[in-house]
């Protein structure tokens, strides 16, 4: 893709399913990226295998001394800084038996720290002519998902706060936009499947217009286009990569008058 190559990207939450497959993305187009995450094993094995166009720090996001010196010391190795990803978040979900601390938690990772890593980088972008963020949102900030409240709140919120960066930063040359995942092939469900991936996708199917399942790789491809000059004139928007997850009302895709009939 255009305007990737010899760029720098900075990628929370990268040594994740997703998050590995983005770095990866970007490194096969000729960036050089910045993988920050908690993971530290699976930060470092990413950066092994990688090379030296990856470099992973152990990071928490919510620190913002770590946050700072991370994106300083990303910005001197690399020369600069082209593009974010926000993609690093938490889980952590008891819907209404949630407390405070629960929700200020939730908030606090989802949503504030990629706040604070857009205004971390921005000088640095702008002193390189502008750039991109890529916001991850979710197909659960557009509907209530029984016993999920902290989740897809936040993801909302996030929704809500690219719009907002992305009027703010046009003057600097700097897109934001948001990607929402459908259901992806992650840890998790490799976990609960013990690694079915065909039983995965039967899950999901009744879901998803596509019948199953997006793919890391799938969902990484589309970050990577909107970093890229391909996407020069997209900003401010929310790309659903669900397989048709979000198009798909409660009638699914099985016709529902001859039910009435039968």
Not at 98 to 113: C, F, M
Not at 211 to 236: H, K, M, N
Request: aromatic share 6%; hydrophobic share 45%.
């Amino acid at each position: 893709m255009r305007g990737i190559e010899g760029k720098t990207a900075i990628v929370t939450g990268g040594a994740t399913l997703i998050g590995s497959a983005v770095v990866e993305a970007f490194a096969e187009e000729g960036a050089k990226v910045a993988v920050a995450d908690i993971n530290v094993e699976g930060g470092r094995a990413l950066a092994d295998r990688l090379g030296d166009r990856v470099w992973f720090d152990p990071l928490d996001i919510t620190d913002d001394a770590g946050l700072d010196a991370f994106v300083a010391e990303t910005a001197e190795r690399f020369g600069g800084i082209d593009f974010l990803v926000n993609l690093a978040c938490t889980y952590l979900d008891d819907g209404i038996e949630s407390g405070r601390a629960d929700w200020a938690t939730a908030l606090d990772v989802n949503l504030v720290s990629g706040i604070m890593m857009v205004r971390a980088v921005r000088p640095h972008m702008v002193a390189r002519g502008g750039g991109a963020v890529v916001n991850f949102g979710s197909i659960s900030a557009k509907v209530a998902q029984t016993g999920r409240w902290l989740y897809p709140v936040s993801k909302a919120a996030i929704l809500q706060v690219t719009r907002n960066e992305a009027m703010d930063l046009a003057a600097d040359n700097i897109r934001v936009n948001s990607v929402s995942p459908g259901w992806t092939w992650s840890a998790i469900m490799n976990e609960l499947t013990g690694g079915d991936r065909a039983k995965t996708d039967k899950v999901a199917a009744p879901y998803h217009l596509l019948g199953r399942v997006g793919d890391p790789q799938e969902v990484a491809r589309t970050v990577v286009f909107l970093c890229s000059d391909d996407a020069s004139f997209i900003t401010g928007a929310d790309i659903p990569v669900d397989g048709g997850y979000s198009a798909m009302g409660p009638e699914q895709a099985e016709p529902a008058i001859p039910k009435l009939m039968a």
